[in-house]
Nanobody, 113 residues
Framework: QVQLLESGVGLVQAGGSLRLSCVGSGISFRLNIMGWYRQAPGNQRELVASITVGGSTNYANSVKGRFTISRDNAKNTLYLQMNSLKPEDTAVYYC???????WGQGTQVTVSS
């Protein structure tokens, strides 16, 4: 049974930073393309960052230069370092594979102006 557990709930002012973590069980992150997704109220869930098996990373234009995705294979944990946060980054953040086949409960990030 695959389980994904996101953490790093945060309320931060614009310009601040947060780091999100996602611990997986029943799935090996190093063998999958993993991604961080987010969903704001009234919006579709969107991919913000991904990391390939080889460690290459990609970012949505809206977060490029501000967010960094990384992976700790030994801990089977995915991270998202978020800097220079903006109010429009407010959303529930989820980790999943590129196939979007498993979801955790997500973690709320709120950026105040």
């Amino acid at each position: 049974q695959v389980q994904l557990l996101e953490s790093g709930v945060g309320l931060v002012q614009a310009g601040g930073s947060l780091r999100l973590s996602c611990v997986g069980s029943g799935i090996s992150f190093r063998l999958n393309i993993m991604g961080w997704y987010r969903q704001a109220p009234g919006n579709q869930r969107e991919l913000v960052a991904s990391i390939t098996v080889g460690g290459s990373t990609n970012y949505a234009n809206s977060v490029k230069g501000r967010f960094t995705i990384s992976r700790d294979n030994a801990k089977n944990t995915l991270y998202l370092q978020m800097n220079s946060l903006k109010p429009e980054d407010t959303a529930v953040y989820y980790c999943s594979t590129s196939r979007r086949d498993y979801w955790g409960q997500g973690t709320q990030v709120t950026v105040s102006s």
